[in-house]
């Protein structure tokens, strides 16, 4: 099961998460109190996560601009136009900030970064191509490159994402002719017909 997605800038300076879905949290809590520990507890995961992820994709940057070969190749893809993500995956220590043991998947382009944790018992290239799947249709439906922002105006459209490729939290396999269909499902709930 997916535990969180996260949607954030990746620029150089103090990390911004533009949204951040909970999957499978404690609701037996009760009492206001209580509910607020919780909130503020699940804020620092998805904050810690968050900086995380900008710290690796810091760290790949900073690698491949000392390899001369990569660089030229990414400076002729950006001349012709073509965004190339960065991946990732790491793992967190079970503790703080998670109970257990988690990993985290993680892709970038440009300003913008997705990441899903996950259980440390669900397989990692289904993550990986489930978040793939998921960044291609937000920039697809959402201007994320060039202005990520735009994640907080149509979170509606996020969630409509989501709910469609990551119901309640739970990586789907789905192949090419399932992906289209729920591709059409997707567009048809967008567009309002």
């Known amino acids: 099961m997916v535990r969180s997605v996260i949607i954030q800038t990746v620029t ?7 949204y951040a879905q909970m999957y499978g949290c404690a609701g037996d809590q009760t009492g206001s109190l209580a509910q607020t520990a919780a ?3 699940q804020k620092e995961q998805v904050a810690t996560v968050a900086r995380q992820v900008q ?6 940057q900073h690698c491949a601009a000392a390899d001369p070969v990569g660089e030229e190749v990414r400076r002729h ?3 012709e136009g073509a965004v190339v993500p960065q991946t990732g ?10 109970g257990t043991k988690v ?3 993680w892709q970038t382009a440009a300003n913008c970064g997705l990441a899903l944790v996950c259980e440390n018992h669900e397989n990692r290239q289904q993550a990986a191509a489930t978040l793939s799947q998921i960044f291609r249709l937000l920039r697809q439906h959402l201007r994320v490159l060039t202005q990520p922002e ?5 979170a509606d459209r996020v969630a409509a994402i989501l709910h469609h490729f990551l119901p309640q ?14 591709e059409k499902e997707l567009e048809l709930m967008l567009s309002g017909k």
């Open 89 to 98: 995956i790491f793992q967190m220590p079970p503790g703080e900030p998670f």
């Open 12 to 18: 150089p300076g103090p990390c911004r998460v533009l």
């Open 55 to 60: 710290s690796e994709c810091s760290f790949q």
């Open 169 to 182: 939290g739970q990586l789907l396999f789905l192949n090419s002719r399932a992906v289209r269909h729920k």
């Open 103 to 105: 990993f985290t998947v």
């Open 39 to 41: 909130r503020g507890r």
């Open 77 to 79: 893809l950006s001349q």
């Open 150 to 154: 735009e994640v907080l105006q149509k």
